[in-house]
T-cell receptor, first 110, second 113 residues
Framework: QQPVQSPQAVILREGEDAVINCSSS?????VHWYRQKHGEAPVFLMI?????EQKGHEKISASFNEKKQQSSLYLTASQLSYSGTYFC???????????FGQGTRLTINP | DGGITQSPKYLFRKEGQNVTLSCEQN?????MYWYRQDPGQGLRLIYY???????QKGDIAEGYSVSREKKESFPLTVTSAQKNPTAFYLC????????????FGQGTRLTVV
């Protein structure tokens, strides 16, 4: 079952912040975040394991709330290069397979 | 350089014909995946394999078939039974451990006319 992402689309000006959410109805072992530019392959950003940890990658960070089976991706002081579609992928407690959400399209304008 | 290669990048087929999409990886990954991407629906899992000669259905396996005769290769056949085959298809691979980082190919855009 696909995780649900929100919002479906975001339009920002360069320098603004954004939050993308991902929620699942199943108990999760890990949450993965990827970014895809139009017509290209998705590129790995980070993985979060159960335990409520938060990770960071330059100005992009994420958290994982195990109790709520939710993850959030935080983009601060957005840059033009952040534009693309962001996908969360989830791995359940039992099944070792990645299931992705429907994506959040992020547009950064100058 | 290690990576995943999908071919061809663009593919056109007539309705009713079977077509096979190629996916090869030289990352020595045990797990391989096929996803279908449609606008607004994200990446939907078609099939995945964790070991040679074994594979499991994903969420939308109907109308598709796969084989895993070699660790490096995981071809996907879109059969005539697939009602709406026009889509962007992505292949991925990962190590066989929990919370693996998946590596994606560049995708094949299939258009059925």
């Amino acid at each position: 079952q696909q995780p649900v992402q929100s919002p479906q689309a975001v339009i920002l000006r360069e320098g603004e912040d954004a939050v993308i959410n991902c929620s699942s109805s199943k108990a999760l072992y890990s949450v993965h975040w990827y970014r895809q530019k139009h017509g290209e392959a998705p590129v790995f950003l980070m993985i979060l394991l159960k335990g409520g940890e938060q990770k960071g990658h330059e100005k992009i960070s994420a958290s994982f709330n195990e109790k709520k089976q939710q993850s959030s991706l935080y983009l601060t002081a957005s840059q033009l290069s952040y534009s693309g579609t962001y996908f969360c992928g989830t791995e359940g407690q039992g099944a070792q397979k990645l299931v992705f959400g429907q994506g959040t399209r992020l547009t950064i304008n100058p | 350089d290690g990576g995943i290669t999908q071919s061809p990048k663009y593919l056109f087929r007539k309705e009713g014909q079977n077509v096979t999409l190629s996916c090869e990886q030289n990352l020595n990954h045990d797990a391989m995946y096929w996803y279908r991407q449609d606008p607004g629906q994200g990446l939907r899992l078609i099939y995945y394999s964790q070991i040679v000669n074994d594979f499991q259905k994903g969420d939308i396996a109907e109308g598709y078939s796969v084989s895993r005769e070699k660790k490096e290769s995981f071809p996907l056949t879109v059969t005539s039974a697939q009602k709406n085959p026009t889509a962007f298809y992505l292949c991925a691979s990962s190590p066989l451990n929990r919370a693996p980082e998946a590596f994606f190919g560049q995708g094949t855009r299939l258009t059925v006319v």
